[in-house]
Every structure is written in C-alpha cells, then in structure tokens.
C-alpha cells in the first residue's frame, strides 16, 4: 500500500539546537517533495520545494534534502527559536502540474527557551 | 490581495441538514481543492477542480458535493450532514501548469471552517 509517514508526532527541542523531521514513503514516485507549517486555528503555509533530481535546498534557517532511493525527505530547521514552534507537514507532488498532493499527518515541533 | 477566504469559520449543524461552506480566492488561481484535517489523519482531499466548469474527486468524495462555475469560486456542499464528517475544512489553491509543461507551485490554503455535526 501506498503510505506517507512523517516519523513523530512530537519533537521538542532547546532553543539553538538544530531541528530534524523526517518524510518516509512507499510505493510513489514523487516528481517533487513539499514542506509546510501549520499553526493552530490556522492553514497550513508554503515553506520550501524540492525537486526529485535535487539533492538539497536552503532557505535562510531552513534546509530539505530529498533521497529518492531512501524514499526520504529531512527538513532541518538550524538555530531554532520558540517562535519556530508549530506543526510541520510534508507533502508529496505526484504529477508534473503540481496539483497531486498526498499529505503526511505532520510533526509537532515544540522549542523551549 | 486576501488569498484564500473561507466562510463561515465555525459551524454547528444537525444530523441531516445540508450546508455550503464557502472558498474564494483572488490569485487567478486555475486550481482550487478542499480537504478535511482530522486529528491523527491529516489532510485528505476532498474535491478538487483544475479550472472553471472542471471538477474531479479526491481520496474521501462521499457526502459532498462541488461545483466550479468561476476561477474565483469554489464552494463545498454538505448534502445531509453526518457526525462523521466533523472536522476542519481547508480550502486551498495554486497555480497548474499547461498539459505537458512541468511545474511545482505552492498550495496556498485558507484558514479553514470548522464544522461540528451534532
């Protein structure tokens, strides 16, 4: 079956550490990966892309990578802060338009100061 | 630029009464979709459109009803409401490549509607 799986429900971390989630999937063939943040009572929001022939990408603090042998995407949040603290959800694009999404259930990232 | 609106963001209905909840976007946005959140499930799409007259089911159609007669418009019917289907709405949308072009745009998504069936 096919299935999408963030690995925690929750991660809680100190302020400046570094913060990693994890994507696994089975039986797709994602043409490009999604990361979001979502805040309670509150949609979920863009953050970052990847594309399947692309091993990396950054954005200011944020960083994805993509293994599509691993079936694998880790998105890494570097020197967090408490204001990071939300609900990050990836989500798979399985057609070139962009428009396929399948969503994981997300990961809780709680950060203490 | 308001993105994407969704109304009303709360609602409490009986079993069996029907309702629409209401999506709006001002992107010029050819692809609108809703999903439903719940809790340990995360989002499944519900209905999606690729554009005005177009519509197509996704993953957990049953019990509702969609309709796409605007770019701007797309609105989620409810046709008798059931306990099972309290959750929270999210209504998103992005642009959509030409057929053969590829293309990877971000899902813009509304606040949500959340509906409780009694």
């Known amino acids: 079956s096919q299935k999408i799986e963030q690995n925690s429900e929750a991660l809680n971390i100190q302020e400046g550490k570094t913060a990693t989630l994890t994507c696994n999937y089975t039986?797709?063939?994602?043409?490009?990966l999604q990361w979001y943040r979502q805040d309670p009572g509150r949609g979920p929001v863009f953050l970052l892309l990847i594309r399947e022939n692309e091993k990396e990408k950054r954005k200011e603090r944020l960083k994805v990578t993509f293994d599509t042998t691993l079936k694998q995407s880790l998105f890494h949040i570097t020197a967090s802060q408490p204001a990071d603290s939300a609900t990050y959800l990836c989500?798979?694009?399985?057609?070139?338009?962009?428009?396929?999404?399948?969503f994981g259930k997300g990961t809780t990232l709680s950060v203490s100061s | 630029n308001a993105g994407v609106t969704q109304t009303p963001k709360f609602q409490v209905l009986k079993t069996g009464q029907s309702m629409t909840l209401q999506c709006a976007q001002d992107m010029n946005h050819e692809y609108m979709s809703w999903y439903r959140q719940d809790p340990g499930m995360g989002l499944r799409l519900i209905h999606y459109s690729v554009g005005a007259g177009i519509t197509d089911q996704g993953e957990v159609p049953n019990g509702y009803n969609v309709s796409r007669s605007t770019t701007e418009d797309f609105p989620l019917r409810l046709l008798s409401a059931a306990p099972s289907q309290t959750s929270v709405y999210f209504c998103a949308s992005s642009y959509s490549a030409p057929q053969g072009v590829s293309s990877n745009q971000p899902q813009h998504f509304g606040d949500g509607t959340r509906l409780s069936i009694l």
């Open positions: 039986n797709y063939s994602p043409a490009y």
């Open positions: 989500a798979l694009v399985l057609n070139q338009a962009g428009t396929a999404l399948i």
